[in-house]
């Protein structure tokens, strides 16, 4: 026999939208938020509306990416045509139910929900042109969103359905799949083609610290904060292996990454000219050479660079939440794709001078499961979910090494983080 009944989450990454008009047809095809029309447009919309008043407002971070400067940039004319503006999982889940929510952690990315109002900020969307009232209800992770329409069941053969919203943002899912313990002090890296790293709050910190290291408050699922560092992540290496015909695997580019002395040639890894080269490598090489570095050549000396990068930023960003939480953070998780990669987990442990766990890698599509299970009452709460997590994958641990290697490396980390 088949199944009968289940239920489902809709997680996806964050920002981009979909115009919708009144019968629920969409205007468009959504827009990436990797296109160019957002370039330069940060200080053109901030330059009449200061840029730490946003922040104070939102606690977001300041990406060129985010649906403020989309929505900015956008045609009037189809947000004037258009009856609401959902991101992509409120889209997916709106196609399948026929009911339109904002589940909040996918659209605190928007930086436009006021932090204190717990709405989407009036104010900003007027400078928009914006009004409020395209925007669906604000919906928490967990809530029950509806049944599979029927015509699509009769259509595909498919079950008996239950729409669960869970936390829609993929980040957001992957921090509730993160098998912490509630007695550590411990951040999270959700490390893919981005890098997400963070901790867990139960209160957003706005603080001038916070807003001039671009740190963001992100919502989490059940009351949470995700206080966390947007880092361009495992992009740039996905980059290098595409326009080198994938004659490798990303195992071996590894291998050949450690056949090289780490940190002879860094990049700053958030410097928007990686966010979308026309040649990722060449851009890479051109960095070097600007910054009078030695030029990495080989596929193992490009990843070398790239790992080398990420590991130092990783390490300073732990350095500076540390000093804008005001906590020590006892251990890291690392969990997605990039906890595969053993080579970065340890740098990353060696830099940092912390204990880092990694996996497991699904972790998003396990916090997604978790708040349908909490929802459904089979679990109790997030802690009994990780409890769970943490008894049912393997989970490695990498401490940080001690000996002269490893010692020489801290020195030089601290040296180009200051």
């Not at 919203?165 to 313990?181: E, L, N």
């Not at 070097?288 to 990495?296: D, K, M, S, W």
Request: charged content about 20%; some cysteine.
């Amino acid at each position: 026999m088949g199944i009968t009944e289940c239920t489902l989450g809709i997680d996806t990454w964050g920002v981009d939208y979909v115009l919708v008009d009144q019968n629920g047809e969409k205007l468009a095809d959504p827009i990436s938020y990797r296109d160019g029309r957002t370039a330069g447009k940060i200080s053109e919309l901030t330059s009449g509306y200061p840029k730490d008043y946003i922040y104070k407002k939102t606690g977001i971070q300041f990406l060129e990416l985010n649906t403020l400067y989309q929505l900015y940039v956008e045609d009037k004319k189809m947000i004037a045509a258009a009856d609401k503006i959902l991101l992509i999982p409120d889209y997916i889940g709106f196609v399948l139910t026929g009911r339109q929510v904002a589940e909040t952690t996918n659209s605190s990315t928007t930086q436009m929900l006021n932090l204190r109002e717990q709405l989407f900020d009036e104010d900003l969307l007027k400078h928009l042109g914006i009004n409020p009232c395209k925007f669906a209800e604000l919906t928490d992770a967990g809530t029950y969103l509806g049944k599979l329409k029927s015509t699509r069941h009769e259509k595909y053969d498919l079950p008996d359905t239950r729409v669960i919203t869970v936390a829609t943002h993929d980040t957001a899912s992957a921090v509730v799949g993160t098998p912490a313990k509630a007695s550590e002090n411990w951040a999270f890296l959700s490390s893919g083609t981005w890098s997400l790293l963070g901790m867990e709050l139960k209160t957003p910190i706005t603080s001038d610290l916070a807003f001039q290291e671009n740190y963001t408050n992100e919502w989490g699922a059940y009351g949470t904060y995700r206080f966390l560092k947007n880092i361009m992540g495992l992009w740039i290496i996905q980059e290098i292996a595409r326009l080198s015909d994938y004659q490798y695997s990303f195992a071996e580019m590894a291998e050949m990454a450690n056949n090289y002395p780490y940190f002879r040639s860094i990049i700053d890894v958030n410097d928007d000219r990686f966010n979308n080269p026309d040649n990722m490598i060449a851009e890479i090489q051109e960095y070097c050479r600007e910054t009078y570095q030695p030029i990495p050549e080989t596929i193992g000396e490009l990843t070398n660079c790239v790992y080398g990068s990420l590991a130092l930023c990783y390490a300073k960003a732990i350095e500076k939440m540390k000093a804008i939480t005001e906590q020590e953070i006892d251990a890291l998780y690392i969990v997605g794709g990039g906890s595969n990669v053993a080579t970065l987990n340890q740098l990353t442990a060696n830099l940092a001078k912390i204990k880092v766990y990694a996996g497991p890698q699904e972790a998003t599509a396990i916090g997604n499961l978790s708040v349908q299970l909490i929802a459904e009452g089979e679990l109790g709460n997030v802690a009994e979910a990780r409890d769970l997590i943490r008894k049912s994958f393997e989970i490695k641990t990498f401490l940080p090494e001690d000996n002269e290697e490893t010692q020489a490396l801290q020195n030089y980390a601290a040296l180009v983080r200051n």
